[in-house]
């Protein structure tokens, strides 16, 4: 599992260097004291998991996230309790309040470990399922269900026949996990499944008895305006 650090205190930098090499399934490729240069690193690296301090002086653990194109997994490192909740609403792995012990720090990595395990391990040979993270659920979900996808903010809404399922994701990323499925993009906002389409009109398309926005220039395979 590869890593990368991010904190101003160059000793937080430090303990996670140490206790990281005491772990064999963690390999920690860089540590920033600089959040802007690690902003740069990790969009141009791919990256699983990222261990990341919130309070900094030039920019917030946040902030930077908001900056970066794909979001890896997080495990927040600071040492203020106040940001805990912050923290879990942004679907991070874990939280490590400082100091944290070796033993805590472990059962951190372990945590991700298991959540990157599940998504290789994502059946793909029938293409009917996806796997998204969900606060710290791995969630399975069968393509069959889904209605159609919505952007909220910095999250994805699937919406599906039974429910509602959060993900930290861009649209970006949905249309990687649904490539040369039968969804489309028909909106900035939206992606929909083709096969849940009922109606199309110029600037509509409706799902399920709800209407979505279609953007001017899209079109749906099998429908004609």
Do not use: W
Not at 1 to 27: H, K, P
């Amino acid at each position: 599992m590869n890593c990368v650090a991010i904190d101003d205190e160059d000793y937080a930098l430090q303990i996670i260097a140490n206790l990281s090499a005491r772990l064999d399934f963690v390999r920690l490729d860089a540590v920033f004291s600089n959040p802007v240069e690690a902003i740069a690193y990790l969009n141009s690296n791919v990256i699983d998991l990222l261990f990341l301090d919130i309070r900094m002086p030039d920019i917030s653990g946040i902030e930077l996230l908001r900056k970066v194109n794909t979001v890896p997994m997080v495990i927040f490192t600071t040492a203020y309790p106040e940001h805990a909740v912050r923290g879990f609403e942004l679907n991070a792995v874990d939280y490590l309040l400082k100091p944290f012990s070796a033993t805590r720090f472990e059962q951190a990595c372990n945590k991700a470990q298991t959540l990157l395990d599940l998504k290789k391990n994502q059946p793909r040979e029938r293409g009917e399922d996806i796997f998204i993270r969900s606060g710290y659920e791995e969630i399975r979900i069968s393509l069959a269900d889904i209605l159609y996808i919505q952007s909220a903010g910095n999250y994805l809404q699937f919406i599906l026949k039974s429910q509602k399922i959060t993900a930290r994701l861009t649209m970006a990323d949905a249309e990687e996990l649904l490539k040369d499925k039968p969804f489309t993009r028909i909106h900035r906002s939206y992606i929909v499944s083709n096969r849940r389409v009922e109606r199309v009109e110029r600037t509509s398309v409706t799902v399920n008895g709800k209407k979505l926005p279609l953007a001017s220039g899209k079109t749906i395979e099998g429908f004609r305006l």
